[in-house]
């Protein structure tokens, strides 16, 4: 009897194809941007003691609270596949003793793991890019970073989307915050969602999140954290925001937006779609591309002395969705090698790894009949084809066939990486200039 599949697992994804190309397209480009900004790279476990994030992110937070895939080690020790990676970095520069190297700027992506209900854009494994700047408590941390992150979005040629900033102010102006919202929300409590009746009780500052009409119309009346701010708290926003207007960054101000993380401090944003436009239809509900802010208490929590420090991270999935295909590398074929006769297998991978030594990149075509292996090659979008049969090799030659206008001609083994890198370079020329591209760039 045939044996039954096993399903891949709920809320997991096996990337393939222009999804994969999209993928690699925004890892390439953050490694490329995070470079300019002079960001190390840095590899992270993909699991840390579970009180690394319950300590740092905090127990009433939704991701501790409801989303964690925690379990108990065979030694007995509770052990969590990473949410996130701001706790395990602030762990590890805790562990390593990195305070000799601050301020930090740090890069790094990989796979985290959030027990969410999946849709489109939200998933239970998924991947983001992150960057921290760890032991700065100058604004120009928080600027550097925004303007990182808005360059990378740049690049992407993502449109579209703005960058949502608020300040949660200092630990003192957050708390005298937090408890005029309590009191407010304490006197509508009925006329609340029960979702946000629930939030009043653990997590006050969430309600601002919220999605429900009703809870939306509480909302706009509610306290604003512009009155609690201390004079230090409107200084560091204003500086932020003065370096964002000097390096042409655009931005919205979000009284609302408070992150879904307990740590932040002073700043707080989200790149987020404009409402009605198309990266708005493409994420659908998943709204959130990029998110981040200050976390100058984080480390203290971990038993660390206070070292301030800034980061944001984003959804790869989601920036990957928002690439329109035409922005994506060509992955280019040059030639298709041909075998055309039973003895030839040798010569042809002899041929295969000179063209790819000389940077020509080949596709080996060694399925089907003659026919086959042609359309092959020309669906593999190959310039060129090298086609290798037993008595052009007794004489020292190959045939090449032009794939474009089909001529096709005997050529010397001996010039053969020469001829095909002049003729592809030929081939370019002529492209680039029915693409109106000047040859001399
Ligand atoms: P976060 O807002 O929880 O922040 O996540 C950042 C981004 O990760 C989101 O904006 C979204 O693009 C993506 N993301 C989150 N959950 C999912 C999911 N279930 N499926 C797909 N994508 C998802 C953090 O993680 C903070 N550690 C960011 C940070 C770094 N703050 C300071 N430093």
Redesign the pocket.
Known sequence: MKKKTPAAVR?TQDIYGIDAEAFAFVVETFDRIRRLYRFGRLEMPAIEKTEVFSRAIGETTD?VSKEMYSFEDRGGHSVTLR?????GIARAFLTNGWQQHAPMKLATHGP?F?Y?R?QK????Q???I???IIGAAEPHADVELLVMADQIIRELQIEGVSLHLNTLGDAESRNAWRGALVKYFMGVKGDLSLDSQARLERNPLRILDSKDRQDQILIAEAPKIDSFLSDEASRFFEDVTSGLKASGVKWVRSQSLV???D??RHTAF??IPDKGGEAASRLGS?S??????R?DGLIESLGGSPIP???????????ALLIGSSNLHNHHCDVAVIPAGPNVEGEVQRILSTLRKQNISCEFAFTGNMKKRLQKASAAGAAFAVIVGDAELAKGEITIKDMVNGEQFPLSLDVLSQAISKMLLEKRIVQDRNEGVDPNL
């Open positions: 809320g991701v949410p996130e990676f701001t706790a985290l959030r969410e999946p854009g939200r998933y239970r998924f991947h983001q992150d960057t921290e992150r879904g993380l740590y932040y989200e790149f998943q959130t591309l990029l998110g981040g802010g976390y420090a800034v980061g944001w991270a984003a959804g790869i999935e989601r920036l």
